[in-house]
């Protein structure tokens, strides 16, 4: 590595070092409650306007906020799939042409030719060797395990430490270390060991995100519509995913090293924004907590609504006094986390239906180009033959692109977002996560058979069927993810003045990443003897995800039947007290 590479990686240390230093500094200037917790930006817009604003306003706030900080770590995480055939040509699948979502869509066709040299179609060493494919496949399993590993000590320093300033710590972090790995670029360096510990400290960063913002959502939402809201708001995964595909092929022709810089870029600003304007505990600016124990389940949007309204201007260098305030409580040991009633099974639950999830979201698109359904149809099938865009597999005498194949395969993201929002409607309705989980997970099974016995007949059974196979295995995906996670967080078992929730919410979402780095694996060695056995592993880890909550399915049934049976007992002694009042 050049002398210059050295003198940038020691400026990059001090950097991060100043940049831990800064946190420190902030923390303890936020236990000194010269300004209480407020966030800055909200501190000055009180101050602008006179006057707070209501709890509503507030709740969309913390809405928007934590989806545009959730959206940023997955448009950081989007880079590395946009440039792995810039990085690792495959010049007999490939040739001058980008992967989906660049092809034509962003790029004109007629410029790709010409510019094959800029934008470094010959491969970038260390990746464009012979073991190029292996060393790209370790670096992605090197981030998942940190990123694994890491929630489970990030969720319990989320909830010992100031969630905003935790997440922000975490964002801005993310985006350095995903910036330094596009400096490789513009610092010429060769070495895969600085590109490995580029994504392991870089998902070990990420790893702050997922516990923070469902532990701030969980904040201010009690249970009352927390499955549907949460539905709703978990649709930050699929634009994330998005944006950043959009973010990295727009600057991808300026060299593949922007395409990470771009989005690191993104999440640090998006930090910022978070530090700024970000109340994670709705005791810091004045409101009690939806989940503290004087207050009743049923009655807090009532009751919170009631003080919101008796608020009148606020007044200049005033704070009153807040009980709970967020630095009182006693955040919770993994240990104790895991022993609350649900947190296990859920947990290894999880496990499987990321599995099963993330095994579609990494092979989906390559699936689909395999079994040769095309979408858009093409009328002349010579044109198709004789371009080095597409691949050669054929069904009825129908090719599919590569672009096709990517553009086809985010339809699955679609049902996934419906299915969320289905699965936390549903489970509000009936007060029964395990059950809507559960359910969700067996009906994908015949889903799953169905796709992979019927989806390359023909373009719209193949829309259907994905759309559908998504909506039923995203949604027990995201609804355990988020509103379980949360009403675990907050279970009765927990003292009062204690904090679970990001914990929790680390503990599942870890155990679930493992779950997440093993399907791709495991389909990569499957794939090559046939996708039938891949279907086979899908499907028995849909079951066996199903069959985790069993008890849990059991106790909630046990308690509905009770229930009818507590108000059917209710109603008879009503009756024959009529009876006996009317009859002398």
């Known amino acids: 590595m050049p002398h210059a590479n050295k003198k940038g990686s020691c400026h990059v240390l001090s950097w991060f070092s100043g940049l831990t ?111 190029g494919t292996k060393k790209l496949g370790l670096i992605d399993v090197a981030f998942l395990a940190c990123y694994s590993l890491g929630m489970y000590g990030a969720g319990h320093l989320g909830d010992k430490l100031d969630l905003r300033l935790f997440l922000t710590f975490g964002m801005i972090g993310s985006g350095i270390f995903v910036g330094l790995f596009g400096m490789g670029y513009f610092w010429n360096i060769h070495v895969f060991g600085f590109y490995l510990v580029m994504q392991m400290v870089a998902g070990l960063f990420q790893a702050t995100g997922w516990p923070s913002v469902v532990a701030v959502i969980g904040n201010w939402f009690g249970k009352r519509k927390r499955g549907l809201i949460m539905g709703i708001w978990n649709a930050h995964t699929s634009v994330g995913n998005i944006t950043g595909s959009l973010i990295a092929a727009s600057v991808l022709d300026y060299g593949w090293g922007w395409s990470f810089i771009a989005p690191g870029t993104f999440i640090a600003l998006a930090g910022i924004f978070v530090f700024l304007f970000l109340a994670a505990y709705p005791e810091d600016i004045g409101f009690p907590c939806p989940n503290g124990p004087a207050a009743r389940e049923e009655a807090v949007p009532r009751d919170l609504e009631a003080q919101t309204r008796n608020e009148g201007i606020v007044e200049e260098g005033k704070n009153a006094p807040v009980p709970d305030r967020s630095g009182a409580r006693r955040s919770v040991g993994l240990l104790e986390a895991c022993l609350i009633p649900g947190v296990i099974p859920f947990a290894f639950c999880l496990f499987f239906a990321k599995l099963v999830a993330y095994t579609f979201l990494y092979w989906l698109p390559f699936y689909l180009s395999q079994t040769g359904v095309f979408w858009p149809p093409i009328s002349d099938i010579r044109i198709l033959r004789n371009s080095a865009i597409f691949l050669t597999a054929e069904i009825g005498g129908e090719y599919m692109s590569v672009k096709s194949a990517g553009n086809l395969s985010t339809l699955f993201d679609v049902g996934g977002i419906v299915g969320g929002i289905l699965a936390g409607h549903i489970s509000d309705k009936l007060r029964a996560r395990a059950i809507t989980a559960a359910s969700f997970m067996y009906a994908a099974i015949p889903s799953m058979l169905l796709y992979s016995l019927y989806g390359s007949l023909s373009q719209s059974m193949n829309i259907v069927l994905m759309m559908i196979t998504g909506l039923l295995i995203n949604g027990p995906y995201a609804l355990i993810t988020t509103a379980v996670s949360a009403d675990l967080g907050t279970h009765s078992s927990l003292r009062g003045d204690s904090r679970a929730l990001a914990t929790v919410t680390a503990i599942i979402d870890g155990t679930g990443s493992i779950g997440a780095a093993l399907g791709p694996l495991l389909t990569g060695f499957l794939s090559s003897k046939g996708w039938n056995e891949v279907f086979v592993m899908l499907m028995l880890g849909a079951l066996i995800a199903g069959l985790l909550l069993s008890c849990q399915v059991v106790a909630e049934i046990n308690e509905k039947t009770s229930k009818l049976m507590r108000s059917s007992s209710g109603q008879q002694n009503s009756q024959g007290n009529v009876m006996n009042w009317l009859i002398p």
């Open 21 to 131: 230093i800064l946190f420190v500094n902030l923390d303890m200037a936020n236990n000194l409650d010269t300004m209480g917790k407020i966030p800055p930006g909200i501190w000055l817009i009180r101050k602008i306007r006179g006057k707070d604003w209501s709890l509503k306003t507030y709740r969309y706030m913390v809405l928007l906020i934590t989806f545009i900080a959730y959206t940023s770590y997955h448009a950081s995480r989007k880079p590395s799939s946009i440039v792995k055939s810039v990085l690792d040509p495959e010049p007999n699948k490939t040739t001058n042409v980008y992967p989906w979502p660049i092809g034509s869509v962003f790029v004109r066709d007629e410029f790709l030719g010409e510019k094959k040299d800029k934008f470094g179609y010959k491969g970038w060493e260390p990746f464009n060797g012979k073991d």
